[in-house]
């Protein structure tokens, strides 16, 4: 771990790859900004509904980018739009890919649909998230990347992008942090000259990368699970405050009892499935070995992926 790259003798390649992770919520335009930039004949796909489709994290097509072989790291949003796919196994899903790859990643694009009127909670913990998983050193390494301008009137996506620039909560503190904000109009052109900044750093671990491959922790005891943790109590806490609420109104009134039963229900069931959550994010397994790492490594071989920087 000397930050110098180096390859593994089993991957030598003249040719290296560079890696740059793609986050953000679901639809905010993640695979289509890699189609965009790839160009590629095979397209990863894009959503049509509130249904997140990139279900899996995925890789795509190399990119000759600069004399650099380009690979993006297509990832899932955290978001509650698939009940069978949790923020848990999500994470988890991310962790294996950036831990097995065992890779330095070249840069990491955060996605922001600039379309989206404010930065909602489901948006505020997504960029938590991301914090923790990446981590204050690799900030210089990301590109905060704005879409959908064409959704917006242009005075008024000017003064969100604005907003979200000038404060610490949003993006502030990452832009202090060496983050860069790009507002990306859609065009490869305008992806370009975010590759050519990304390319203007040296290669970083995540802290994720760090957490588990340096210091061997379990995905449980990383900050991005801890505070993926901590989003969980928190709409917990949420729900059970309605329910609580619900629970007194019922008792007072014969009506509200009526009115209440289906509602007090769905809350139930979804107090349990955030329990299960929990439970998910805190089981603990040992990456090394398992299915998962079997499976990212495979992707990256049969993608005929060379190490470009090892940790
Ligand atoms: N107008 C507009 N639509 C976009 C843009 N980027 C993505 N979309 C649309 O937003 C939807 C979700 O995009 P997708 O790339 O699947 O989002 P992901 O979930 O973040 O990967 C699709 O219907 C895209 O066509 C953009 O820059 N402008
Ligand atoms: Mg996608």
């Not at 790859?17 to 790839?38: E, L, P, Y």
């Not at 796909?45 to 993006?72: D, K, M």
Request: charge should be negative; aromatic fraction near 6%.
């Amino acid at each position: 771990m000397d930050g110098s790259p180096s390859v593994a003798p089993d991957t030598v390649s003249t040719e290296a790859t560079d890696f740059i992770a793609v986050m953000g919520q679901t639809g905010v335009g993640k695979s289509t900004f890699i189609n965009t930039v790839t160009e590629s004949s095979q397209q990863l796909e894009v959503g049509h509904g509130l249904e997140s489709c990139t279900q899996a994290v995925q890789l795509s097509e190399p990119l000759q980018f600069q004399g650099r072989n380009v690979v993006f790291i297509d990832t899932p949003g955290f978001d509650d739009s698939d009940a069978d796919r949790s923020d848990a196994d999500i994470l988890r899903m991310i962790a294996d890919h950036l831990v097995e790859a065992k890779q330095r990643l070249a840069g990491v694009v955060y996605v922001k649909d600039i379309s989206q009127v404010k930065m909602t909670g489901s948006a505020c913990n997504n960029l938590h998230l991301f914090k923790k998983i990446c981590g204050e050193d690799s900030l210089r390494n990301v590109a905060i990347v704005t879409t959908k301008w064409g959704r917006v009137p242009e005075e008024e996506g000017k003064e969100r992008q604005r907003n979200l620039e000038i404060n610490d909560k949003y993006f502030g503190g990452m832009i202090k942090a060496g983050a860069v904000p790009f507002c990306y109009d859609g065009t490869p052109a305008s992806a370009h000259s975010i590759l050519e900044h990304i390319f203007t750093k040296q290669p970083t671990e995540l802290n994720i990368q760090r957490e588990m491959v340096v210091e061997k922790k379990e995905l449980a005891d990383t900050e991005a699970a801890q505070e993926l943790h901590k989003q969980l109590d928190a709409k917990s806490g949420r729900i059970e405050t309605l329910l609580a609420r619900l629970d007194r109104e019922a008792k007072e009134s014969e009506i509200a009892y009526q009115g209440a039963q289906a509602e007090i229900e769905k809350y139930k069931i979804d107090l349990e499935r955030l329990e299960k959550e929990k439970q998910k994010l805190k089981h603990r397994y040992k990456l090394w070995g398992t299915a998962a790492q079997v499976t990212a490594g495979a992707i990256l071989m049969a993608a005929g992926i060379p190490a470009a920087t090892v940790l």
